[in-house]
């Protein structure tokens, strides 16, 4: 299926119930930071919580704290979440995908390496919901391609299951 196509399919329509993934968990901030190089201020998930190594999707989740200092600044009398901190959180969340499907695992053990990488392209993207003060994002993202020098995921953020925001990233592994 091409880029387009992918993105229009997946605008309204959930990538898949994390409810119902094999391995369900609650891997917190700590073991986020195992995976990602990124920390605060700019790591923008709260939890990991589903994984479907079949299928090569992460659900993860991220509470908007109202106290979030962006909110005072991107529409200060009314507050909305950046759709690039959307793209974001899609990416952050692929590459803690990256380490289970790389390792075929839904454990985080010991031995984890923090991957280089850096952001090559995003394809595509739709923003359907606004996001404010206090919501609850889930977000999922399901490896798309990938091989040893590049990754393309589609992710999803999504508020009370619905998405509202879809799209389409790729990454160079350095």
């Known amino acids: 299926m ?15 119930r994390p409810d119902t993934f094999p391995f369900q968990f609650e891997y917190t901030r700590f073991d986020i930071e195992r995976l990602i190089p990124h920390r605060d201020p700019f790591l923008f998930l709260d939890s990991l919580s589903a994984l479907d190594l079949e ?3 992460l659900a993860g989740r991220k509470c908007l704290n109202p106290d979030l200092p962006l909110f005072a600044g991107h529409f200060p009398n009314y507050p909305v979440f950046p759709g690039s901190l959307q793209i974001e959180t899609i990416g952050q969340l692929g590459l803690c995908l990256h380490h289970f499907v790389g390792k075929n695992t839904h ?3 010991g031995d984890v390496s923090l991957p280089d990488v850096r952001a090559t392209r995003v394809h595509g993207a739709y923003f359907r919901t606004e996001l404010r003060p206090g919501d609850d994002m889930v977000i999922l993202a399901r490896l798309v391609e990938h091989d040893a020098y590049l990754g ?3 992710g999803q953020v999504t508020l009370r299951d619905e998405v509202a925001t879809v799209a389409l990233l790729e990454v ?3």
């Open 2 to 16: 091409d880029e387009s196509a992918l993105l229009r399919l997946y605008r309204r329509k959930v990538l898949a």
């Open 55 to 57: 299928h090569a999707i």
């Open 107 to 109: 454990l985080i053990d």
């Open 152 to 154: 393309k995921i589609l």
């Open 172 to 174: 160079a592994f350095l």
